[in-house]
Structure formats: structure tokens, C-alpha cells
């Protein structure tokens, strides 16, 4: 199976408002309501964001939050601030597969 | 709080053997499933499988034919060993703890660089 189809890039403004968005298939986004979304700073591990679509860990601002449509989920950033600056990584559960990861979204703070 | 650190070599020889390590402490192995990720510099993320210490496995089909996971209990260790590298198997290796249900991983280790070259 392909991996999740990201955008590459992603910015906005501080205060602002941004949604970054993950597209599969009726075969993992579309059938299961298990996709994850992860932070990753450079030369760091990704840290998990959001779980189950739209859960988030402890710990993790609210200003962070998930949804999904059909074959697409999505990763919303409200009230952009500096420090959200990094890459974004959408998973999904894929049955045999297990676990597909999206490209990668590189969101910029302008 | 479960924590993980990963070790390995740094670099290993084309055809040969990568074997890497995954450290826990702040919980024990036998209590979740663990997960392998790589991402070759400046790429992005793959996944490469899980262990249970039970016995329950899963491997990317893409890596199925070369790939192993095990687990030491008595070391509270996850272990990965993937045959016949080559210059594509370069990559960042992060090991992850994955809650199998949510299908999420949570907390990942720092990572380790491995580098196939002669």
C-alpha cells in the first residue's frame, strides 16, 4: 500500500490558523477511525499529537486538534506560535499493512 | 514512565547484518507492544514492525523477508535485526512503544543514525 498523501508544505502567521491535511483510501483512512497525527523538531523523535482521530495525550495544547472526512483526516493548528514550527506526520491503521505513515508536512510560521 | 533509548553500530557493511537495540526502563517489556520506525536522512517515516513479548508479531511486507524482532525480557529489551542491507536501509531507527488498538505510538526513543557503507 502507498503511504498517506500529505501536503509538503504548510505555513501561516502567528495567531493564525492552519489545517494540514492526510488523504488515503477506503482501505485505512476511510474504513477506521485510527489515525494518529506526530510533531517532529528537528533532530528530534516525532512526539504523538493526536490519537483516534481527534484525542488528544495529556500534555498536548488544545490548540491542537484532528478530524477526519471520508478518506481525509485532518490536523488543525490554531493560534500559531513560533515554536509550532516543524514537520507533521499523519498515520493510519491499515489492516495487513498495520501502519502507514503519511510524507510529511513542513509547517512554517511566518 | 516508560522511557526508551536505542543503540546500535552507526555503520555496517553492504549485504551484512544490522542488529539494533531498544532499551526500556520506567516499565516493563512484557507489558506492551513495541515498534521499529526509521527515516532515512531527510526523508520521511516508515514503519517496520511490532513485537509483543507473547509472540505476536508484525512486519512491514515491504521488510517481511528480511526482518526479525525479538524481545528480552530478562534485559527489558526489544531487539531488531534486518539481513542483506544496503545503501537504502540507510536511516535514523526509532523505537516506539505502540498501543496496538489506537494504533499509536507513544513515547518514541531518541533515535540511533545507521549508515550502510563500506
Known amino acids: 500500500q502507498s503511504a498517506l498523501t500529505q501536503p509538503p508544505s504548510a505555513s501561516g502567521s502567528p495567531g493564525q490558523s492552519v489545517t494540514i491535511s492526510c488523504t488515503g483510501t477506503?482501505?485505512?483512512?476511510?474504513?477506521?477511525?485510527?489515525v494518529s497525527w506526530y510533531q517532529q523538531k528537528p533532530g528530534e523523535a516525532p512526539k504523538l499529537l493526536i490519537y483516534?482521530?481527534?484525542k488528544r495525550p495529556s500534555g498536548v495544547p488544545d490548540r491542537f486538534s484532528g478530524s477526519k472526512s471520508g478518506n481525509t483526516a485532518s490536523l488543525t493548528v490554531s493560534g500559531l506560535q513560533a515554536g509550532d514550527e516543524a514537520d507533521y506526520y499523519c498515520?493510519?491503521?491499515?489492516?495487513?499493512?498495520?501502519?502507514?505513515f503519511g510524507g510529511g508536512t513542513k509547517l512554517t510560521v511566518l | 514512565q516508560v522511557q526508551l533509548q536505542e543503540s546500535g553500530p552507526g555503520r555496517v557493511n553492504p549485504s551484512e547484518t544490522l542488529s539494533l537495540t531498544c532499551s526500556v526502563s520506567?516499565?516493563?517489556?512484557?507489558?506492551?507492544?513495541w515498534s521499529w520506525i526509521r527515516q532515512p536522512p531527510g526523508k520521511g517515516l516508515e514503519w517496520i514492525g511490532y513485537?509483543?513479548?507473547?509472540?505476536?508479531?508484525n512486519y512491514n511486507p515491504s521488510l517481511n523477508s528480511r526482518l526479525t524482532l525479538s524481545v528480552d525480557t530478562s534485559k527489558n529489551q526489544v531487539s531488531l535485526r534486518l539481513t542483506s542491507v544496503s545503501a537504502a536501509d540507510t536511516a535514523f531507527y526509532y523505537c516506539?512503544?505502540?498501543?496496538?488498538?489506537?494504533?499509536?505510538?507513544?513515547?518514541w526513543g531518541p533515535g540511533t543514525l545507521v549508515t550502510v557503507s563500506s
Open positions: 516506539a512503544r505502540h498501543d496496538v488498538w489506537g494504533s499509536w505510538l507513544d513515547p
Open positions: 520506567g516499565g516493563s517489556v512484557t507489558k506492551y507492544y
Open positions: 513485537i509483543h513479548y507473547g509472540g505476536d508479531t
Open positions: 477506503t482501505s485505512d483512512v476511510g474504513r477506521y477511525n485510527y
Open positions: 483516534e482521530v481527534s
Open positions: 498515520t493510519s491503521y491499515a489492516g495487513i499493512t498495520n501502519l502507514l
